[in-house]
């Protein structure tokens, strides 16, 4: 029964993604940590079964859901904000070794401070 919360906030996290995603909101994912109510329990549970969610759903064919690094990281940022915990989302490019006019995206989370994602990437700043 503990465990009802975080399956419940990861569930829903997967959901709203690309409604955040697709939507005016995600510039706010991507300028700095939100003050949130703080939830009793381990986001990591929530981030798993929301990783779980969106792989999924991103199998049935006509949803807006993927499973992709932006998805993962807006959701995971929608869990850990959820909890309390400031993050936000970084999104970077860099130059693609298989094709020299082509580039790689990727997204990630830079928790509390601390980068979690690729510093081979230049970083994307929503612009003002």
Known sequence: MKRLPQIAVGCLAAVRTPFWIHGPRLETLLTG????????????????????????????????WRNTCLYRSVAECLVLRSYGIGCRLQVGVKRA????????????????????????????????
């Open 33 to 64: 940590p939100a003050d949130s109510h703080q939830r009793s329990g381990s986001p990591g549970v929530a981030i798993r079964v929301s990783r779980l969610a969106l792989r999924m759903l991103g199998r049935l064919p006509l949803l807006p």
């Open 97 to 128: 070794s298989s094709a020299p006019d082509s580039i790689d995206a990727h997204a990630w989370v830079l928790r509390d401070g601390e980068d979690l994602g690729s510093a081979s990437h230049t970083l994307l700043r929503p612009s003002p």
